[in-house]
C-alpha cells in the first residue's frame, strides 16, 4: 500500500531493521538485538544480553545478562 511507505495516513514511515555480523562472531540464540546493530569480528554476545542500536569493534566479549544501548566498543572490550 503506497500510502504506507509514503506516510500519507499519518503513520511514520516504514524503517529497515538492520543488524551487521562480522565472520566468526557468536551470538546467543537468547540474544535480543533492537534498533541498528553493528558486530565486528570474533565478538562473543552471551545469553540474555540486549543490545540497542550498538556498534562493538571486533574481538569483543559481552557476557550473560548485559543490556547496553547507543554504545560503541572499541576493540577487545568486554562487558560483563
Not at 500500500?1 to 537468547?30: C, F, K
Not at 556498534?55 to 557476557?63: A, K, S, Y
Amino acid at each position: 500500500n503506497r500510502d504506507i511507505l509514503d506516510a500519507t495516513n499519518g503513520d511514520p514511515p516504514l524503517a529497515l531493521i538492520v543488524h551487521t555480523l562480522g565472520e566468526d562472531t557468536m551470538l546467543a540464540s537468547s540474544a535480543l538485538l533492537d534498533g541498528h546493530n553493528v558486530i565486528g569480528n570474533d565478538c562473543f554476545v552471551a545469553e540474555n544480553v540486549t543490545l540497542s542500536d550498538c556498534i562493538l569493534w571486533d574481538g569483543c566479549r559481552i557476557e550473560a545478562g548485559a543490556m547496553l544501548g547507543e554504545a560503541i566498543l572499541g576493540r577487545g572490550v568486554v562487558v560483563g
